[in-house]
T-cell receptor, first 117, second 115 residues
Framework: DGGITQSPKYLFRKEGQNVTLSCEQN?????MYWYRQDPGQGLRLIYY???????QKGDIAEGYSVSREKKESFPLTVTSAQKNPTAFYLC????????????????FGEGSRLTVL | AQSVTQLDSQVPVFEEAPVELRCNYS??????LFWYVQYPNQGLQLLLK??????LVKGINGFEAEFNKSQTSFHLRKPSVHISDTAEYFC?????????????FGKGTKLSVKP
């Protein structure tokens, strides 16, 4: 089945440790995104990427890093510099429109819940 | 800054009653509009979208939304809800010509359907 796979679904981390969340898609989408979700705050964009080997910071990129070495994969690393990393993380992808403009429709993975102990 | 406002953070309703979840956005420029649904501990799923054309948009699970440009609104409606509609609903806006990744989400409305 085509879709987006995030792993792990649940992750516990000690303070000071870096962790990497995996996101893989087989939809052949060009664009991929990482969002952070906290209760009552909606979704906030961390990073996004339109093409391989290129990515852009979103609204809350501090303390996070990404890579896009393959079209199918967009892993997110939560570094020890992220002051409050406990959250639900969502990966998404989207096709680019024929004009190159993204209409905005996103396809989401099931999410990864990170808890810092 | 452009923004999306979901006017109700929580909406309790009895089963088989009608429901309206309200969404307003900040600018009257051309937009693409979306409603997503999120069930507990899951990702978001697209309910419906407005790109152009008819202002009344029908989506999955019996939901519909009406685009009102003059009021910059995109309210979501369902004439008769079911217990299974209990979830969180997000309105999202993309402005024409906006930069890649510029999909702006509201803070969500939790719909709770009671028997």
């Amino acid at each position: 089945d085509g879709g987006i796979t995030q792993s792990p679904k649940y992750l516990f981390r000690k303070e000071g440790q870096n962790v990497t969340l995996s996101c893989e898609q087989n939809l052949n989408h060009d664009a991929m995104y990482w969002y952070r979700q906290d209760p009552g705050q909606g979704l906030r964009l961390i990073y996004y990427s339109q093409i391989v080997n290129d990515f852009q910071k979103g609204d809350i990129a501090e303390g996070y890093s990404v890579s896009r070495e393959k079209k199918e994969s967009f892993p997110l690393t939560v570094t020890s510099a992220q002051k409050n990393p406990t959250a639900f993380y969502l990966c998404a992808s989207s096709p680019l429109g024929t004009s190159g403009a993204n209409t905005g429709e996103l396809f989401f993975g099931e999410g990864s819940r990170l808890t810092v102990l | 800054a452009q923004s999306v406002t979901q006017l109700d953070s929580q909406v309790p309703v009895f089963e088989e009653a009608p429901v309206e979840l309200r969404c307003n956005y900040s600018s009257s420029v051309s937009v693409y509009l979306f409603w997503y649904v999120q069930y507990p501990n899951q990702g978001l799923q697209l309910l419906l979208k407005y790109l152009s054309g008819s202002t009344l948009v029908k989506g999955i699970n019996g939901f519909e939304a009406e685009f009102n440009k003059s009021q910059t609104s995109f309210h979501l409606r369902k004439p008769s809800v079911h217990i299974s509609d209990t979830a969180e609903y997000f309105c999202a806006v993309r402005y024409y010509g906006g930069s890649q990744g510029n999909l702006i989400f509201g803070k969500g409305t939790k719909l709770s359907v009671k028997p």
